[in-house]
């Protein structure tokens, strides 16, 4: 029988000359990892390459900077900080910090399902602002039956914001400036985005949120909708990973452990003594 | 051999013992047809056979059973159960937020780490008692910071889930096992020195899990889906309401201790 392979257009190893389990080099799409990129690629031009393929333009490379600077913490009040911080507390593994993150941050209400509902909505609405207009005033329909939960607001804006707040327009802002202009690599969505966001957030009834900027960045990087979606699952690991790690040290003591107000509550069972005192 | 010999003979192939399908036709599970010999076996007790390749009685398997029960607490507020619940808020998918959950409750201060520790404590003090060392002694050796795993608990010094245990234990005759008797006996010597150190249900999980023969390995592994049955409601019950209420966290929450604040002065250029 004859051996399975492997079949990938990404990464080409040549092995040692001793060893067949092990790599002399190293080729990422063409490129020499650890003899050329390693000495004179930054980890930003680096991951640009892993995701399209080829190296990307200077404006390409500070567009991804400044986008994975924006997602790389969201803070703790974020869910999927949250979510690494209840493993912290516990002093769960590390993996399973970013794996609470990972499940809770891949969600379509501010995760990176909803980046990838964004930039599928740019594939079919490109800048017809009368076609945007139109789907975000229209209630957002479920699809066939999906293990993701129906989609409960226009994707890409803030369910519960009252106005766009600094850190988007700040983002949308500086995202705008380095990025922009086709000639140099990136999209134009982003300016579009920018010289429309007033018009859309009043279409949808809601302003615009991160989720919306960065959809809008990954697409003007030229990614696909599913590497928007991965690549906003990468970028905001760092915050959770280091919230985890800051919450492991503070300890469950000064975490919020919430009030609880039972709606169904039986009241204490008969014939067990001590049943009646609750905790973890 | 070793090396790339090693790795070289295991290329390409699975050799194992654990079970295979042969799509279309049957599957086997670690030696017998899983739609023949073991087509009648309730799902806990396939699950026990193949961690442990063990039966255990009927009295043993109420009592494995009710291990799990008698913790599945569909409390949102629980640190792993959290993770699920904040799944649903954020509109993830329910597998996505319960296999996190499930990692997450692999914590040292609760869930897989602290029963791990604790069962192989009890191991480890029957076999020291064996050769007739006094067990105050061996529970001194094992104090990591005042406390031994499994004795004492987070949020709360009782632990209710205790005497529903002993009572089932009680009622199959289960109750007088080694270890059972040993961590009772651990309890008395921690109460002395510390009150809040009672008994919690890891270490009588442990205790009888040790009993009923389980390496800490097995028993770790039998107690992964411990939690499982009160974390699917803790999603739905978020994913119910609309996105973003479970726990919603003001900006006023956070008690900032950090650094005053500078400008940034990068001493390299960007790309």
Same mark, same amino acid.
């Given at each position: 029988m004859s051996e399975e392979t492997i079949r990938t257009r990404i990464w080409q190893e040549e092995a040692e000359p001793d060893n $067949? *389990? $092990?790599?002399a080099s190293c080729h990422c799409h063409g490129y020499d990892? &650890?003899?050329?990129l390693l000495a004179h690629a930054s980890w930003i031009e680096y991951l640009f390459l892993l995701f399209r393929g080829e190296a990307p333009s200077a404006q390409q490379a500070r567009l991804l900077e400044g986008l994975a600077i924006a997602l790389a913490n969201p803070g703790p009040r974020d869910a999927a900080v949250h979510a690494a911080m209840c493993g912290g507390v516990g002093g769960s593994t590390s993996a399973s910090c970013l794996m609470a993150a990972l499940a809770v941050g891949a969600g379509a209400s501010g995760g990176a399902r909803e980046v990838r509902l964004v930039m599928e909505d740019w594939l079919v609405r490109g800048t017809d602002l009368a076609l945007w207009q139109s789907s975000l005033a229209a209630k957002p329909i479920a699809g066939p039956a999906d293990v993701w939960p129906a /989609?409960? @607001? /226009? $994707?890409? *804006?803030?369910? @519960?914001?009252?106005r766009c707040t600094g850190p988007v327009l700040q983002t949308l802002a500086h995202l705008v400036e380095v990025g922009c202009g086709a000639? %140099?690599?990136?999209?134009s969505s982003l300016a579009w985005l920018q010289a429309n966001r007033s018009s859309l957030e009043s279409a949808a009834g809601l302003p615009l949120a991160m989720s919306g900027v960065a959809a809008t960045a990954l697409r003007d990087l030229g990614c696909t909708p599913a590497q928007g979606e991965m690549l906003h699952l990468l970028l905001r690991l760092p915050g959770a990973a280091v919230h985890a790690l800051e919450q492991k040290e503070y300890g469950h003591k000064n975490f919020p452990f919430f009030q609880v107000e039972l709606e169904n509550d039986p009241g204490p069972a008969q014939g =067990?003594?001590?049943?009646?005192e609750g905790g973890a | 051999m070793n090396g790339p010999q090693l790795l070289e003979q295991y290329a390409g192939r699975l050799v194992t013992r654990a079970g295979a399908c042969f799509l279309g036709e049957r599957a086997v599970f670690r030696g017998l047809? %899983? @739609? +023949?010999? #073991?087509?009648?076996?309730d799902w806990l007790e396939l699950y026990l056979f193949g961690i442990t390749g063990r039966r255990f009685t009927p009295q043993q398997m109420a009592v494995l059973q009710a291990t799990w029960v008698y913790t599945s &607490? /569909?409390? !949102?507020?629980i640190w792993n159960n959290r993770v699920a619940a904040l799944a649903g808020s954020a509109r993830s998918t329910a597998s996505l937020g319960i296999a996190a959950a499930l990692a997450v409750s692999d914590a040292r201060i609760y869930g897989g780490g602290s029963s791990l520790r604790a069962i192989e404590f009890l191991l480890e003090a029957r076999l020291g008692m064996e050769r007739g060392k006094p067990l105050a002694g061996l529970v001194a050796a094992a104090l990591h910071g005042g406390y031994i795993y499994g004795f004492g608990r987070p949020l709360s010094a $009782?632990?209710?889930?205790i005497e529903p245990m002993m009572a089932l234990l009680r009622e199959h005759n289960l109750d007088r096992g080694i270890h059972v008797e040993l961590a009772f006996e651990v309890e008395k010597i921690l109460v002395g020195r510390n009150p809040a150190l009672r008994i919690n249900y890891g270490a009588l999980v442990a205790a009888v899990a040790a009993d009923f023969g389980f390496s800490p390995l097995e028993y770790y592994l039998f107690r =992964?889906?411990?939690? #499982? !049955?009160?974390m699917p409601p803790c999603y739905l019950e978020a994913a119910d309401k /609309? +996105?973003? %209420? %479970? *726990?919603p966290l003001p900006c006023r929450v956070m008690l900032y201790e950090g650094a005053v604040r500078r400008p940034w002065q990068g001493t390299t250029p960007k790309t």
């Open positions: $067949a *389990f $092990a790599a990892v &650890y003899g050329d /989609p409960g @607001h /226009p $994707a890409g *804006f803030d369910p @519960h914001g009252v000639d %140099l690599g990136c999209g =067990i003594g001590n049943c009646v | 047809d %899983l @739609h +023949a010999a #073991l087509k009648d076996m &607490y /569909p409390d !949102a507020r $009782a632990d209710e889930r =992964i889906p411990a939690f #499982l !049955a009160g /609309p +996105a973003g %209420l %479970l *726990f």
